[in-house]
């Protein structure tokens, strides 16, 4: 291990989050890689996609916005990882937090009948999103909404394991001290946590009390029968979500049979996933009595967690527009269990009920459903004083004085990753969408977290009105900056 310097080490010794974000990154996707080497030509699809969307730039004028960001589509967008108790959680948000990742939303997905809540840590602001975006999904088993004889077994597994090696908790005593790593500190660190993420084939209990666990739910023997926090899936970005959803099955990927999130519109917004199924993997289970490891032995069999994901990202809409997308989104789901809707048919009705939502750029603006950047194209319509309202940021788009710039979303939607997890654990939603338990607990994830959950919306809200407190100063007005967060419909 590298030695400790003192806290007053001059802080431009340091590494910077942002390239420590990056080296972490780009260690964990070359180890899922290496884990899981389907991945690696998942990647290699999603690349030669996103090659085509870039040479042919076939995307409407409106969302060439997203064809701007080219320079980080190499980079793994997300992953996801799953921890099983809040002494987990709070390490890891500890450990995030030195790479420059802290925890935005509140994700309860026992809507969906996953016995489990999440955040998503990821950087804050848009100069930090810009140098490298990546977050990781986390979610926290909630053993209150498991069976007495699975909670009791699942936690004395949990209590019994260390994910985090003595070398790095004593690297993150020091990152927290000093503020930072040394390169040579960040290095070691990198190495380190690394170990936390990776896949243990041998897992820590029986393989009768693995198939107890996996009884009860899939998802709480991936969580507690192993001795790590093993990634269960990496996502690069993608520039048409549909063209490559149509390579990986002509490729012979077990594919899910539709994309989730938005339908596909102009205008992008929010989230779109897809995913190739969960591999079958071989696993090897120690032969056990009374719960203790009674022989060197060891048991063949398989376990299936662990799989491909791909998303497009369009912009963060406002609750406005986030309330809209709801209804329809609930209205479309309504009416395909409601006729028992084939996948395709699926589609069809969402695209057909959200015509509702608009699909043009300057609507969007205007009716305030989707958050923007805002900047100064020309400014002498102004000067001229030809401008009928030059306190109206609308006036001020339609005249060409300014420009808006969408968002992109940079969050996760609860039933979308609900409904990817569940497709990968052999599981489907209930048509009659039966739920399990009794709602969501951000106050005791919080308390496992030890901090808050930031809020989303606050973040995009933020990055707004800065756009448009530059704007201001560089047009020599005040007015445009809204008095208080009531423009954004919340």
Not at 162 to 179: K, N, R, Y
Not at 207 to 235: M, Q, R, W
Request: hydrophobic share 40%; net charge negative; proline share 6%.
């Amino acid at each position: 291990m590298p030695a400790i310097v003192s806290p007053d080490t001059p802080s431009h010794n340091f590494s910077r989050q942002d390239d420590l974000r990056s080296a972490f990154a780009l260690s964990m996707s070359a180890m899922y890689k290496a884990e899981v080497p389907l991945y690696g030509d998942l990647v290699q699809i999603v690349q030669e996609t996103n090659k085509h969307v870039l040479d042919t730039k076939h995307q409407t004028p409106e969302a060439v916005h997203w064809l701007d960001e080219s320079t980080r589509l190499d980079l793994e967008r997300h992953g996801a990882i799953r921890v099983g108790t809040p002494q987990e959680l709070g390490t890891m948000r500890r450990l995030f937090a030195l790479i420059g990742l802290h925890p935005v939303g509140y994700y309860d997905l026992s809507v969906a009948s996953l016995p489990m809540h999440a955040t998503a840590f990821r950087p804050l602001t848009p100069e930090a999103l810009a140098s490298n975006s990546f977050r990781m999904f986390t979610t926290l088993l909630r053993p209150e909404l498991l069976a007495p004889s699975a909670r009791e077994l699942a936690m004395w597994l949990l209590s019994r394991r260390s994910i985090f090696s003595p070398a790095l908790m004593e690297l993150i005593d020091v990152g927290e001290t000093q503020h930072g790593f040394t390169p040579e500190q960040g290095t070691a660190f990198i190495a380190e946590a690394m170990k936390t993420f990776m896949w243990q084939p041998i897992t820590t209990t029986s393989h009768d009390d693995y198939l107890k666990l996996k009884g009860e739910h899939p998802i709480i023997a991936d969580v507690a029968c192993f001795a790590s926090a093993h990634i269960n899936h990496l996502t690069p970005r993608t520039l048409d979500i549909d063209m490559a959803h149509s390579e990986m099955k002509a490729q012979g990927l077990a594919v899910k049979s539709r994309i989730e999130g938005p339908p596909l519109r102009s205008i992008p917004i929010l989230l779109r996933q897809t995913s190739f199924l969960a591999l079958e993997e071989r696993v090897q289970f120690p032969s056990t009595t009374n719960r203790q490891v009674t022989s060197s032995s060891l048991m063949e069999g398989y376990h299936r967690a662990r799989f491909g994901e791909i998303e497009q990202r369009g912009a963060a809409v406002t609750p406005r527009g986030r309330r809209l997308y709801d209804q329809l989104l609930s209205r479309a789901t309504q009416e395909s269990r409601h006729t028992h809707a084939t996948p395709t048919k699926t589609d069809e009705i969402l695209r057909r009920v959200f015509q509702d939502f608009p699909d043009q750029w300057a609507a969007l603006v205007e009716q305030r459903l989707v958050y923007c950047t805002y900047s100064v194209v020309d400014d002498r319509e102004l000067s001229a004083g030809h401008i009928h309202d030059p306190c109206s940021v609308n006036s001020l788009l339609k005249s060409g004085v300014l420009r808006a710039s969408p968002q992109t979303y940079e969050d996760f939607l609860p039933f979308s990753a609900a409904g990817i997890f569940q497709s990968n654990l052999g599981q489907t939603r209930s048509n009659d969408g039966e739920q399990l338990g009794r709602g969501g607990d951000k106050a005791g994830f919080e308390r496992a977290l030890g901090a808050p959950v930031l809020d989303a919306d606050a973040l995009y809200q933020v990055a707004e009105i800065d756009s448009l407190v530059a704007c201001s100063r560089k047009l020599g007005t005040e007015c445009l900056v809204p008095p208080s967060p009531s423009k954004y419909g919340t």
